[in-house]
């Protein structure tokens, strides 16, 4: 099975109603071996430092995590193995609201 029969079928698949909106498996060095027709477009600036998190957990806490140029609030992970995070809106000051989230999980 290839990479992209992969993400087509199962991680895009259809599970009780749910299912991701994109999804793609990334090399370390940034590649992309497989992708969802919708996956952003992301810099290779934004996979360095998802895998420099991935190296050094908590790195991308002070500035978030951004792919595709959409910034994410990083979130609870599992250090050197799993990133989350979510996007956020902010209506003021004192209230946020989360609209999408991310994660994230190095295979190697």
């Known amino acids: 099975m290839s990479w992209q029969t992969y993400v087509d079928d199962h991680l895009m698949?259809?599970?009780?109603?749910?299912?991701?909106?994109?999804?793609?498996?990334?090399?370390?060095?940034?590649?992309?071996?497989a992708q969802s027709s919708n996956f952003p477009q992301f810099k290779p600036e934004e996979i360095a430092a998802i895998m420099k998190d991935f190296e050094e957990p908590g790195s991308l806490a002070p500035t978030g995590?951004?792919?595709?140029?959409?910034k994410y609030m990083v979130i609870q992970g599992e250090p050197g193995a799993v990133i989350r995070g979510k996007k956020v809106i902010y209506f003021s000051h004192n209230i946020t609201f989360c609209i999408d989230s991310i994660t994230l999980c190095d295979s190697s």
């Open 65 to 70: 995590l951004h792919l595709g140029g959409t």
């Open 13 to 33: 698949c259809d599970i009780d109603g749910h299912h991701l909106t994109s999804a793609a498996i990334v090399g370390h060095d940034g590649s992309v071996w």
